[in-house]
T-cell receptor, first 112, second 109 residues
Framework: EAQVTQNPRYLITVTGKKLTVTCSQNMNHEYMSWYRQDPGLGLRQIYYSMNVEVTDKGDVPEGYKVSRKEKRNFPLILESPSPNQTSLYFC???????????FGPGTRLTVT | QKEVEQNSGPLSVPEGAIASLNCTYSDRGSQSFFWYRQYSGKSPELIMFIYSNGDKEDGRFTAQLNKASQYVSLLIRDSQPSDSATYLCAVATGNQFYFGTGTSLTVIP
């Protein structure tokens, strides 16, 4: 089954404790990206990757890191999480930057 | 100015009616346009993808794109209660995707 998977689905952590949210797709897509979704602000792109070893900042990259060492995986790293990073996070992938994105199930992160 | 703007609603229509959702975008260089549906707490799912001017129909859904006026719309015919959700307009511009804040639709049985 073609899909984007994310783990964990729910995470409660404390300020400053490094965490990684994994994302994997099995569709051989070139383009992958991370979004956060907040009430009233909609989906905002954090980082995106157009191919292996190629990553770029989206609109809200501060406090996040990503890497793309393999085509299928695109982890999101929060080196020192803060409460303002409490949000619903989605990973997505698409064939290229022109085509529809397929979303993972989401990760609800709470930072206390 | 936001890249993509939508009326937040809420929009209510009776079952069987046509629901009309609108979206405007700011960058004339935008290449591809999408409508997603999102149920509360779930991930967005693609409804329509359009990239050339005019209409595109898929079942009860019709997307309309007017690049000169920089708007894209979605019509839902014969609306069903199961269509009640938030509808997100998205635009591919450069190498990025931009989403509107969504329009909440309620279909009243």
């Amino acid at each position: 089954e073609a899909q984007v998977t994310q783990n964990p689905r729910y995470l409660i952590t404390v300020t400053g404790k490094k965490l990684t949210v994994t994302c994997s797709q099995n569709m051989n897509h070139e383009y992958m990206s991370w979004y956060r979704q907040d009430p009233g602000l909609g989906l905002r792109q954090i980082y995106y990757s157009m191919n292996v070893e190629v990553t770029d900042k989206g609109d809200v990259p501060e406090g996040y890191k990503v890497s793309r060492k393999e085509k299928r995986n695109f982890p999101l790293i929060l080196e020192s999480p803060s409460p303002n990073q409490t949000s619903l996070y989605f990973c997505a992938s698409s064939l290229t930057e022109f085509y529809e994105q397929y979303f993972g199930p989401g990760t609800r992160l709470t930072v206390t | 100015q936001k890249e993509v703007e939508q009326n937040s609603g809420p929009l209510s229509v009776p079952e069987g009616a046509i629901a009309s959702l609108n979206c405007t975008y700011s960058d004339r260089g935008s290449q591809s346009f999408f409508w997603y549906r999102q149920y509360s707490g779930k991930s967005p799912e693609l409804i329509m993808f359009i990239y050339s001017n005019g209409d595109k129909e898929d079942g009860r859904f019709t997307a309309q794109l007017n690049k000169a006026s920089q708007y894209v719309s979605l019509l839902i015919r014969d609306s069903q209660p199961s269509d009640s959700a938030t509808y997100l307009c998205a635009v591919a511009t450069g190498n990025q995707f931009y989403f509107g804040t969504g329009t909440s639709l309620t279909v009243i049985p």
